[in-house]
């Protein structure tokens, strides 16, 4: 299984002109006996369906989820893009040798490797390939298997209370990495940090719209943050916590 991750990466860099970077969890190299997949973005439409045509006439690579078959056509022959443009965010997940995932993802506004990097949550995913420059790009702060929150990524300077839930969505990924063996103490104090801000948030508009959702993110809040300060102490996390948390960070 390592061989045939480390041939779709070998086999994505060495494609050529493609406005797009490899990125995520692949960067950190293969896990035995975990779940793996290749993130490919691309920069822009031109790309996307260049890298989506590459796999789909590569018989390594094959369509099996009924979904992802119905968005590469509604993409591939759709003048318009159909109801996926209109998204902003599109992934179309093809199978490689019937083992391994590769998404291909077009994220309009992420033009480049940094604006890809800078949004995510962790500083130890937010590592790339660039496919034109063939080069790296590294923002993690290498601390070795300390993982910190992105200090690049702006939502975690100015917590907007209406997208709360994109950012602590994440949470998941401190659980995960955790098992990997990082230390992830630090992205969990920060989403703790960001929660008590959400606890202070004043509602300064006269508007009852407002009122419930400020009233409601202040109790989400607490209930995360419960469950966050048990993970710290404990590092260890029930289903039905996880289902709580899913559920509870749904509704921020």
């Given amino acids: 299984m390592e061989e045939q991750f480390n041939n779709i990466i070998n086999w994505i860099k060495n494609q050529e002109n493609i406005n797009g970077c490899i990125t995520g969890s692949c960067m950190l190299g293969y896990m035995d006996g975990e779940k793996q997949d290749v993130d490919v973005f691309a920069f822009d439409e031109t790309a996307f369906t260049k890298l989506l045509y590459l796999l789909h006439f590569n018989p390594m690579f094959q369509l099996l989820d009924p979904i992802e078959k119905w968005k590469f056509k509604d993409w591939t022959e759709n003048p318009y893009k159909g109801s996926l443009k209109k998204l902003g965010l599109i992934t179309i997940k093809f199978k490689y040798n019937?083992?391994?995932?590769?998404?291909?993802?077009?994220?309009?506004?992420?033009?480049?490797?940094?604006?890809?990097?800078?949004?995510?949550?962790?500083?130890?995913?937010?590592?790339?390939?660039?496919?034109?420059?063939?080069?790296?790009?590294?923002?993690?702060?290498?601390?070795?298997?300390?993982?910190?929150?992105?200090?690049?990524?702006?939502?975690?300077?100015?917590?907007?209370?209406?997208?709360?839930?994109?950012?602590?969505?994440?949470?998941?990924?401190?659980?995960?990495y955790h098992n990997?063996?990082?230390?992830?103490?630090?992205?969990?104090?920060?989403?703790?940090?960001?929660?008590?801000?959400?606890?202070?948030?004043?509602?300064?508009?006269?508007?009852?719209?407002?009122?419930?959702?400020?009233?409601?993110?202040?109790?989400?809040?607490?209930?995360?943050?419960?469950i966050f300060n048990k993970w710290l102490e404990t590092h260890s996390i029930t289903k039905d916590e996880l289902i709580l948390l899913d559920q509870t960070v749904k509704i921020l």
């Avoid at 230390?183 to 419930?212: G, H, W």
């Fill in 98 to 176: 019937l083992a391994i995932d590769v998404n291909i993802i077009f994220k309009e506004k992420s033009n480049n490797i940094f604006s890809v990097l800078s949004s995510f949550d962790m500083d130890i995913i937010a590592k790339g390939y660039d496919l034109r420059t063939k080069q790296y790009l590294d923002l993690s702060e290498n601390n070795g298997m300390i993982a910190s929150w992105n200090k690049w990524n702006p939502a975690f300077y100015k917590p907007d209370i209406w997208k709360i839930g994109r950012v602590l969505r994440q949470f998941q990924r401190v659980i995960k």
């Fill in 180 to 226: 990997r063996g990082y230390n992830t103490d630090l992205v969990t104090k920060k989403y703790i940090e960001i929660l008590n801000d959400m606890l202070e948030y004043e509602n300064i508009f006269n508007s009852l719209k407002v009122e419930e959702k400020v009233e409601s993110v202040k109790k989400t809040s607490l209930i995360l943050i419960n």
